[in-house]
């Protein structure tokens, strides 16, 4: 009876350690399950994070002439193309005329995008204090503009909210009044003349007199001692050489226009309250336009063939941006994003031909669905 007694406890106590056991596994089975999901979710979702490791990784690899010196030496060699310009106006010669006035309005082209975008960006330099300087000289002195005015719209808004309708949606450059044909290839003509009105018209708007004063300083000396080259050279008037320096500063102004409404102008847009992770923003919001080499030269690769890849590390110079390229375009492909290409023709066929639908009305906000 004892050893009965005895089996049946240890049987008991068997089965109640099994029963305990039991329950001990299911309680952490879901916690093991989500963990497992876990995983498998950040591998099968992309991450900002991730790319920008990726990036951050090729970035540490390269040295200062990947960094810094292939761009320093493509805008070297368009600086010099300045002077090269305004020595051929020397000449008694119509045709050496019109290649000086063509080489400076190129310099001109360089000033205003590569030059002032890579500046306005940091990204020419790692110092601060130097980057201040380049901003000053490229956007101020040569650019005629403001920089408080380029950081403000651009960086602070445009780049933070891309295609977000109100903020970043690129509506600026929307003149619904104008007609077609007049807008694509007429009015960008004007822009050499509105362009230091708009910069510092934005800081009369704003009330920074002092700042005022120096960009208007800074401006009229720039101004000021590349007309006074051109009398030189030329032997012109001080209007006439002025007038010289206007014009020369158009020949680039058509495409300039083109890249700032082809590359976000007819994509997704969103409402600020409704809109995708970065990551999704940028890839959805941004398009490249296919390799150039006079726009690769001159306006440079961040606004041209690598636009997604600057809207996603605004702080790299071109020559990196085409680096990354590769990367970014395979990351964005294989987790199934949009990656925009089109080539420059096709965004003007398509823009001519959907003109009112794009430059007229107001975009169409994109419900975005399905990204938490």
């Not at 200062?64 to 010099?80: A, R, Y």
């Not at 003509?189 to 004063?213: A, D, I, M, N």
């Not at 071109?318 to 199934?336: F, H, S, W």
Request: positive net charge.
């Amino acid at each position: 009876m004892m050893l009965r007694s005895g089996l049946q406890i240890d049987s008991r106590n068997a089965q109640t350690q099994h029963g305990n056991a039991t329950p001990s596994i299911k309680q952490r089975s879901p916690v093991l399950e989500s963990m497992v999901s876990n995983e498998k979710r950040s591998i099968s979702e992309p991450s900002m994070q991730q790319l920008s490791q990726k990036v951050r990784v090729i970035s540490q690899e390269s040295s200062w002439w990947e960094l810094f010196g292939v761009d320093w030496t493509i805008i070297t060699f368009w600086e010099i193309s300045f002077f090269v310009g305004v020595w051929l106006l020397s000449f008694n010669s119509r045709l050496y005329f019109a290649v000086g006035m063509l080489l400076m309005g190129l310099n001109y082209g360089m000033i205003k995008t590569k030059g002032s975008h890579l500046a306005a960006h940091n990204a020419l330099c790692h110092s601060k204090r130097w980057g201040k300087v380049w901003k000053h000289l490229f956007l101020e002195f040569q650019g005629t503009f403001s920089v408080d005015a380029a950081c403000d719209i651009h960086i602070k808004v445009h780049h933070p909210y891309t295609n977000i309708i109100g903020l970043g949606d690129s509506s600026t450059w929307r003149a619904p009044y104008l007609p077609c044909y007049i807008y694509m290839f007429i009015a960008p003509l004007v822009l050499p003349l509105l362009t230091p009105v708009v910069g510092l018209g934005y800081l009369v708007q704003e009330r920074r007199w002092r700042r005022l004063s120096q960009c208007s300083v800074l401006a009229f000396l720039g101004l000021a001692s590349q007309t006074l080259l051109v009398m030189a050279a030329a032997k012109l008037s001080a209007v006439k050489a002025l007038l010289v320096l206007l014009l020369s500063r158009c020949v680039m102004e058509i495409p300039y226009l083109h890249i700032n409404i082809f590359q976000h102008i007819g994509l997704p847009m969103y409402d600020k309250n409704n809109k995708p992770p970065r990551l999704h923003l940028m890839a959805n919001g941004a398009l490249n336009l296919t390799r150039t080499w006079l726009l690769d030269l001159n306006f440079g690769h961040s606004l041209i063939n690598c636009h997604t890849e600057h809207h996603l590390f605004p702080q790299l110079s071109d020559n990196m941006c085409l680096k990354i390229k590769p990367a970014v375009q395979e990351y964005l492909q294989r987790y199934g994003l949009p990656y925009h290409e089109k080539d420059y023709t096709e965004r003007l066929h398509y823009f001519i031909k959907n003109y009112k639908d794009l430059m007229v009305k107001m975009p169409p906000i994109t419900e975005f669905v399905g990204i938490q």
